[in-house]
């Protein structure tokens, strides 16, 4: 028995023990800490502990294995591949029912086009020998908004969509520098080409054509309101050769945008993406066919790139063009990476621009070839670019607005003309991750060619083949929706923000999980040799 030992009171005791008996040695308290660094190797215990509960640490140390495999994964994922954006892009796949597809079908977008047209101020003057040359001024814009919609939608089954264009133009007062009602002074597309058609023709034709024009006061320029002038009026000289020509001539209304407003003739196959995300809005064919039909080249002639609503999101790198198919102009455009800017008030987008040389004569930029007329071999000066071949037969060439990029000789041909990069270069700027334009401006000009007919009078004053501006068009991506835009805010903020934390997450934990692994390895090793 242990003795009782008092000090100053009876009532405080201590028991005690004797030297002579033994001590139990006494146990050290761990913490939760310790306990975790014994399990994974990193503190060494002697004694009972060291040999108790080995599955455990060799469980962690197959649980830490299987910790580092799936980081290194996940770091892998986030930092080297583009799953995480493949999985944000897949929503733009034009499933049938999907939300892709229903903007697709009902773009919440509503371009403006903006027309601008060449008044000639000066016609009595050049026909009378006063002046040497036509001159022009600018009018407009005058502003219509376009309500764009596909009809006629059949999903194929396939992985394509074929489709028709409707547009609904609606003219805003309020946007147009210009009235409806003004009278404008343009060149008669209708006169000038039958005057083109008939140059082929016998004499008589040609006399004929002649009488025809003179009995209903067809001259190169005619005297319009700028609403009729593009959306349609009935034309006299029409009008007749209907009237003895009817299977041939399909209206007597003329306008120069009148096709645009309405459904489209054209019918169009494009891939969906459900079978390849990097064909995604690839145009495949129109009308049923991958070839056009009309350019002496596999690669000028070949139906391809989108109809610049949407892009391949792939081809977002900077290095590879884009393409820009444009039904008007019967042709494929590149579109080439120039520089990064903001849109839609902060938005980071990439310029790109169709290059300066896309209308250069051969001599200038070789594989332009493709589009001179094969037969004869002549090719229109820098600057324009022949579409006689889907303009129904009419002298028709294009070219960026006031002849930009073109040859001097025709901008100094007309008074009036002068081109300025910033108001006549077409650009896009497209969003990096969703492919598709969130700003930018389409600026194209439409010109005829004088072509004249030896029976034919009226051409006398204008030089053989000379150029004539009409109008051009400016379309820029106008309204946006709420939802879209805040779609756009999501996948550039929202979206780089999760990416952002996501990558920084699998860094810290495959770094975290690389030291606890070496650590635990070391100490294994280290007391193994120990012992």
């Known amino acids: 028995m242990p003795e009782m030992v008092a000090f100053y009171s009876p009532e405080t005791v201590i028991p005690t023990t004797s030297d002579t008996e033994p001590r139990k040695p006494l146990k050290r308290r761990t913490s939760a800490l310790n306990t975790i660094f014994y399990y994974l190797g990193l503190e060494q215990r002697s004694g009972e502990d060291a040999k108790e509960n080995q599955w455990i640490r060799i469980l962690t140390f197959v649980v830490l294995f299987v910790t580092f495999i799936t980081s290194a994964i996940g770091f892998f994922i986030m930092w080297f591949t583009n799953m995480y954006n493949n999985s944000l892009l897949e929503k733009l796949i034009l499933s049938e029912n999907s939300t892709a597809a229903e903007w697709w079908e009902n773009p919440p977008v509503y371009p403006l086009l903006k027309v601008h ?13 006063k002046a040497t040359k036509l001159q022009v001024e600018d009018l407009g814009p005058y502003v219509y908004k376009e309500t764009a919609n596909k009809v006629d939608i059949t999903h194929n089954g396939d992985g394509t ?24 002074v343009v060149p008669n597309v209708v006169f000038l080409t039958g005057v083109s058609k008939k140059r082929s023709e016998g004499t008589w034709n040609q006399i004929a054509f002649n009488m025809a024009a003179s009995s209903s006061g067809s001259s190169a320029f005619i005297k319009k309101p700028v609403e009729s002038m593009l959306w349609g009026y009935e034309d006299k000289l029409l009008s007749l050769a209907k009237s003895m020509f009817g299977s041939d001539i399909v209206s007597s209304s003329f306008g120069m945008l009148m096709t645009r407003n309405g459904t489209s003739a054209e019918n169009f196959t494009i891939f969906s993406g459900e079978s390849s995300l990097e064909d995604l809005a690839v145009i495949k064919h129109l009308d049923g066919k991958s070839r056009l039909d009309l350019w002496h080249t596999d690669e000028c002639d070949r139906v391809g790139g989108t109809d610049g609503s949407q892009f391949p999101p792939h081809l977002m790198d900077r290095k590879h063009p884009l393409q820009v198919f444009i039904k008007s102009l019967c042709r494929k455009f590149p579109l080439v990476y120039d520089s990064e800017v903001t849109a839609l008030d902060g938005i980071p987008a990439w310029r790109y621009k169709i290059p300066n040389n896309v209308f250069s004569h051969p001599d200038e930029h070789m594989p332009n070839h493709c589009f001179c007329h094969l037969e004869s071999g002549s090719c229109p000066p820098s600057g324009l670019f022949n579409i006689t071949g889907c303009s129904m037969g009419a002298p028709i060439f294009a070219s960026f607005p006031h002849f930009y990029t073109g040859d001097r000789k025709l901008i100094e041909s007309i008074e009036g003309v002068n081109p300025v990069q910033e108001k006549h270069e077409t650009y896009a700027d497209i969003h990096p991750r969703l492919a598709f334009p969130i700003d930018g401006a389409s600026r194209f000009q439409i010109n ?18 000379q150029y004539l501006p009409v109008i051009w068009l400016e379309v820029v991506p106008g309204v946006i929706s709420d939802d879209l835009r805040a779609m756009i805010y999501h996948s550039t903020y929202s979206a780089n923000a999760i990416q952002m934390s996501l990558r920084v997450g699998s860094l810290a934990f495959f770094v975290l ?6 650590a635990k390895c070391f100490y294994s090793t280290r007391s193994t040799s120990k012992k």
């Open 448 to 465: 005829i060619q004088v072509q004249k007919a030896a029976m034919v009078s009226g051409l006398e004053k204008f030089t053989e083949g």
């Open 513 to 518: 999980s690389v030291v606890l692994l070496i």
């Open 117 to 129: 047209v060449f008044n000639y101020t000066n016609t009595e003057d050049f026909f009378a020998g």
């Open 161 to 184: 969509i074929s489709y028709r264009e409707h547009r609904y133009i609606q003219y805003l007062p309020e946007e147009s520098k210009g009235k409806p009602f003004d009278q404008v």
